[in-house]
């Protein structure tokens, strides 16, 4: 089911969308592979085409606008045009004239921008146009400020929301399935208005955090000492020493105090490491149910194979689901 959000961040001046387009993109798809004439479109302009699909309706979702949505590719190369038309109610269709080989993992300038005559066109052609109106047209080259080839969708874009708009936006475009996983991953989060909580997070832990920030200076103070390490591995010996100390003192506040510190070292990483191991999990949960485990498992694979990476590679490729350690959660 395709899916388009939008979210807003408290007390922030900025606002975005989440798209996310299964049946209407499949589709697409299908029907040209099914065009015995032409065949499937190669990887990269397939690529190419589903991240325009995707900003097409980022950007028609985002106005209110009475009509089509035409984003068009074209300039120099094997790609003559690429194009996305979007409608009021979202509905869409994408197609491309491919005229020449494509080369392999292409980037855009080697798929329509050579000799750096590409150029990137948003039009809007209202659907009750008065007589003698013009649709509204903004085009711009697929270069910088400095003509440097802009390799990707989302730059020429967000080149262009600043120029003809003066928006600073920034676009996470991605038709190939691991990148996508990987956006469905942190989309999952923010649907679940999870990632809203880590402001609590970090508040509730902030003894622990001054705590490790006093000892990383100590340590980093007294790194040539061999001991330093070791002492504070071994902490727990200290502590215990420590409050035995005060008790035969009669310091009880001081020994209270100590103990609690040495009980906080320990507490809060481990309460710190569940609720990021639960939010990794939602993100991938939310990945899986979009139908893009197999891809974010491909993903990960190409991380370093810590112990969270074979952890999550494991639940994604046996399916197995198990219930979140915190019980504030469910």
């Known amino acids: 089911m395709s899916e388009l959000h939008k979210f807003i ?3 922030l001046p900025v606002r975005g969308m989440v798209v996310r387009l299964t049946e209407a993109w499949q589709e697409i798809l299908r029907r040209r592979a099914g065009n015995t004439a032409t065949g499937a479109y190669p990887p990269p302009v397939r690529e190419l085409l589903g991240e325009m699909a995707a900003a097409g309706v980022l950007m028609q979702g985002n106005i209110k606008f009475n009509g089509a949505l035409v984003l068009q590719i074209f300039g120099d190369g094997p790609i003559k045009v690429a194009v996305a038309e979007v409608q009021p109610d979202l509905s869409l269709r994408a197609t ?3 005229v020449g080989e494509v080369p392999h993992a292409a980037a855009l300038s080697q798929m329509v921008n050579v000799n750096n005559q590409g ?7 209202p659907k009750d146009r008065l007589p003698g109106q013009q649709a509204y047209q903004g085009v711009v080259p697929l270069f910088g400020d400095r003509r440097e080839p802009l390799e990707k969708l989302s730059d020429v874009l967000e080149h262009y929301m600043l120029q003809s708009e003066q928006l600073d936006t920034t676009l996470v475009l991605a038709a190939d399935e691991q990148a996508a996983a990987v956006i469905a991953h942190a989309a999952g989060l923010v649907r ?3 990632v809203r909580q880590d402001p609590v997070l970090a508040f509730w832990t902030l003894p622990w955090q001054l705590l490790r920030a006093v000892c990383q200076a100590i340590s980093s103070a007294g790194a040539r000492l061999p001991l330093t390490s070791l002492a504070w591995r071994l902490r727990v010996v200290v502590i215990g020493v420590a409050v035995v100390q005060c008790l035969a003192q009669h310091q009880l506040w001081l020994a209270v105090t100590i103990g609690c510190i040495g009980a906080v070292s320990y507490a809060m990483p481990v309460w710190e490491r569940r609720w990021h191991t639960m ?5 991938d949960d939310a990945a899986d149910a979009a139908g893009l485990g197999p891809a974010l498992a491909l993903f990960l694979r190409r991380c370093p194979r810590t ?3 074979r952890r999550r590679l494991h639940r994604l490729e046996s399916g197995a689901r198990p219930v979140p350690a915190l019980g504030l959660v469910r």
Do not use: E, M, N
Request: negative net charge; contains cysteine.
């Open 307 to 309: 112990v969270s990476v």
């Open 96 to 98: 491309a004239t491919v």
């Open 9 to 11: 961040f408290d007390g």
């Open 279 to 283: 939010l990794t999990d939602r993100g």
């Open 192 to 194: 679940a208005g999870l």
């Open 119 to 125: 150029r990137c066109a948003i039009t809007l052609d």
